[in-house]
């Protein structure tokens, strides 16, 4: 009985990093970097224009920003 408890644990617990780490590395591999860092600040500049003070709009931009960032190619 307590070897069945512990393996099925153990295949809980595959199971959970599995589906957190394989869809992970997925769209990591998938994203495309296309996108010179010198552009994320213009633009995140022009989202804030267009956004005024409209707040969800503004974090929409800081996201924007955050994610070009982490994405964009350092070498333009």
Do not use: H
């Not at 996108?35 to 213009?42: A, G, Q, T, Y």
């Amino acid at each position: 009985m307590m070897k069945a408890l512990k393996m099925g644990l153990f295949g809980l617990a595959l199971g959970a990093l599995g589906a957190v780490a394989f869809p992970t590395q997925e769209a990591e591999a998938q994203t495309p970097n296309t996108v010179c860092c010198s552009l994320c600040n213009p633009r995140y500049q022009a989202c804030l224009n267009s956004a005024g003070n409209n707040s969800s709009a503004i974090s929409s931009c800081v996201r924007d920003r955050s994610y070009c960032e982490s994405v964009c190619l350092r070498t333009c």
